[in-house]
């Protein structure tokens, strides 16, 4: 056991005795941060979530939500967290407040309070005018946004949320991120996130584990995998002579190995870090009077992070089959 | 305790809730048994097919397609806990901090819920059509008493086949596949006496003949004999199925 938030142990997953959903997943979360797990369809993600949720059962391993195992002390373990699953999954026949009415029964939330927690949620995610409207006539999105008002009902210490933008549209993607963010400085939780979408894991989260085929290949923050991947380099293009450019840049301590660029005159020093590096270099170009033409950095995406970890690109195995989860995801809205 | 009845409560709430909202599920229901009611009951009473003492043979079905109706009613809410793990709804009802046999319990006693109001249109309008119920307020709230638990029983059944079944299709057909055989092996369009012996075998263990002789005793013929082995069978039989439908109900999901 540990201080973390979430710690998990070794968890294994296989369903029906063949598909190895989760292949040993060790990972720590801290508290107070939003975590991301990024994976392409299929990475064992929802599972991971639905173990530690305590909808199902791991096959072997362990986890602990503050100090509570999921296993023996499920019940205590659901009083600790909230959870927005992965399918859209608002009563559509009822209004949202009667959505919310419900769920702050479920959780027990003394009565003289409901009122006032609901409103409260509710404003918190901008649907306060929109509280006695049958969810059927909401968008997408505010159906989203009333599932998260849902899942903080009970102030979790832990909120999960699995792939909480699937479907909606960039606006819509945005809305959800600052809502976020806004509930993070007004309760004080932890986040489990999980999503396909390099741009979310980037901007939402404070750190992120990279899940493929059931097992995590990388831990870290979007900035350390992006600068383990080695792949942080600068170009300079000058009309200079080339060997003296070169020699310039090898003297310099942080520059790790040097290649000529595919254009004219070009050289791409790689660096630990390119941000820094770009600063000294400037000088010490400067300072031995080489022309410099044009200066470029050229930072890893996490399409890169992908690539190096996984050994395929997150964008190729998803798209097709991202376009019909959404389209089933959009059918149970209607 | 409290906390327990509490969430209990909160899920009949939202099936009243439910109904408020859209009560159209509730009125195209009652067409079949107000068929079987006012035009199947009707003919067979004129060629005075089945010989019944002292009541009408459209009295004497009344209970038995109301029966049938609320059956229906409630083998639907194990494709409806399906089809709420489908959309998510159910992943998250399990991780609320509720316990298993208080959702099993919530869902059976809205199939109670919905069974009493899907009774109270099928009542009324067999009034209109001529069907005398007895008028005795103690009468009429056990008769609810014994729907509620019916249906509770039935769709606790239900559950507990979806929890096998798992999938919309495969449970698709089985609501009609269990109803309508029950459904005519048992008291509700002909009396007991009248069947063939193995017939009459498969009747005496049916529970929905001791539902149909207990509301035909409460809202007919208000002779009593048989009405506390009816409840004493109905809460048997709702008894097992919850606690069948509490172990199995996390399979959905699985
Ligand atoms: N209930 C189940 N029974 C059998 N196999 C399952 C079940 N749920 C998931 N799987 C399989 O386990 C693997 C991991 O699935 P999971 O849903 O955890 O992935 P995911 O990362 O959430 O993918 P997605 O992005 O599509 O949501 C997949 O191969 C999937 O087909
Ligand atoms: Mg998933």
């Known amino acids: 056991m540990s201080n973390n938030v979430i710690s998990v142990r070794n968890l294994v997953k296989v369903y029906d005795k063949v598909t190895r959903a989760l292949d040993g997943v060790s990972l720590d979360v801290e508290e107070g941060e939003i975590f991301g797990l990024l994976g392409p369809n299929g990475a064992g993600k929802t599972t991971l979530v639905r173990i530690l949720t305590t909808q199902i059962p791991p096959t072997s391993g362990e986890a602990f939500i503050l100090g509570k195992s999921i296993i023996e002390e499920a019940e205590r373990v659901r009083e600790l967290i909230g959870y927005v699953p992965q399918e859209i999954s608002v009563m559509t026949d009822l209004t949202g407040y009667e959505n919310m009415l419900f769920y702050s029964k479920l959780y027990g939330v003394p009565s003289s309070e409901r009122k006032r927690r609901i409103e409260n949620a509710l404003s918190l995610v901008g649907l306060l005018d929109k509280a006695n409207i049958v969810v059927k006539n909401y968008s997408g999105g505010m159906m989203r946004r009333l599932e998260i008002a849902q899942a903080i009902i009970n102030y979790p210490k832990v909120l999960f949320l699995d792939e909480p933008t699937i479907g909606l549209d960039p606006s819509g993607r945005k809305a959800i991120w600052s809502y976020l963010s806004q509930l993070m400085e007004e309760h004080e939780m932890t986040i489990f996130m999980t999503t396909h979408y390099m741009d979310e894991a980037d901007m939402v989260t404070d750190r992120l584990a990279i899940i493929n085929l059931g097992k995590i290949v990388a831990v870290g923050t979007s900035s350390e995998l992006k600068r383990s991947t080695k792949l942080e380099s600068i170009t300079i293009i000058s009309k200079f002579h080339k060997e003296e450019v070169k020699n310039l840049l090898n003297s310099l301590p942080f520059v790790k190995q040097i290649y000529d660029g595919k254009e004219e005159g070009s050289v791409t020093a790689y660096v630990e870090n390119a941000e820094e590096a770009v600063i000294e270099i400037i000088s010490t170009l400067k300072e031995n009077n080489v022309d410099v033409e044009s200066l470029s950095m050229n930072k890893p995406t996490l399409d890169d992070v992908f690539l190096a970890y996984a050994g395929t690109k997150l964008e190729e195995t998803t798209s097709a089959l991202e376009a019909r989860k959404v389209r089933r995801t959009m059918q149970r809205m209607r | ?254």
């Open chain 2, 1 to 254: 305790m409290i906390a327990y009845i509490e969430k209990v409560l909160a899920m009949l709430e939202v099936e009243v809730r439910r109904i408020m909202h859209d009560r159209t599920e509730l009125y195209t229901r009652a067409v079949q048994p107000i068929l079987w009611i006012g035009v199947f009951a009707p003919v067979m009473e004129k060629f005075r097919v089945v010989p019944i003492p002292n009541i009408t043979y459209m009295e004497f079905i009344t209970p038995g397609v109301l029966v049938q109706s609320i059956t229906f009613v409630s083998i639907f809410y194990g494709l409806n806990v399906i089809w709420e793990r489908d959309l998510g709804v159910l992943n998250k009802l399990l991780v609320a901090p509720v316990s298993r046999s208080a959702l099993v319990i919530g869902k059976a006693l809205s199939a109670g819920v919905r069974g009493i109001f899907q009774s109270l249109i099928i009542v009324l309008l067999a009034e209109i059509l001529g069907v005398r119920i007895v008028i005795n307020p103690i009468y009429l709230l056990l008769a609810a008493l014994l729907i509620v638990v019916f249906c509770a029983a039935f769709a606790a059944l239900s559950i507990f086949i979806a929890s096998l079944l798992k999938t919309r299709e495969r449970f698709m057909g089985i609501g009609q596949a269990i109803t309508m055989p029950l459904f005519f092996a048992s008291n509700a369009i002909y009396p007991i006496n009248l069947m063939p012996n193995w017939l009459k075998a498969v009747a005496t263990i049916n529970p929905l003949s001791y539902a149909v002789e207990g509301l035909r005793a409460l809202m007919i013929t208000g002779d009593l004999t048989t009405v506390p082995l009816d409840f004493l069978v109905s809460f048997v039989f709702v008894a097992v199925t919850i606690v069948i439908a509490s172990q199995t109900f996390k399979k959905i999901i699985e």
